[in-house]
């Protein structure tokens, strides 16, 4: 009967706590950042941010390491009508021997 219960935790309890981790919402004056979080408060994982500025609005959606936005979609739109939309994707910098 244990390994019943342990199934049901496994299959269906665990998926709904382990997403709930990245429903974490940190504002500031001018930003709204919304996805997941690491243990000091940063942005880190699956996030969407929201900047404004005086001219336009930046929307960065994808994945966040640390607090800086690695990969995913990036989004300007600027008050004329004007809109950009950039794809970025993680890549690697450091050079192997």
Not at 7 to 15: D, W
Not at 61 to 86: Q, T
């Amino acid at each position: 009967m244990t390994y019943n219960y342990q199934l049901f935790f496994y299959l269906f309890l665990l998926p709904f706590w382990v997403s709930s981790q990245c429903n974490q919402t940190l504002e500031d004056d001018n930003s709204i950042y919304v996805g997941c979080l690491n243990f000091e408060g940063i942005p880190h994982g699956k996030g969407k941010l929201l900047i404004t500025f005086d001219d336009q609005t930046q929307t960065q959606e994808g994945i966040f390491e640390n607090g800086e936005f690695l990969s995913g979609e990036f989004i300007v739109d600027f008050l004329d009508g004007e809109k950009k939309n950039n794809q970025l994707c993680e890549f690697s910098s450091g050079i192997n021997i």
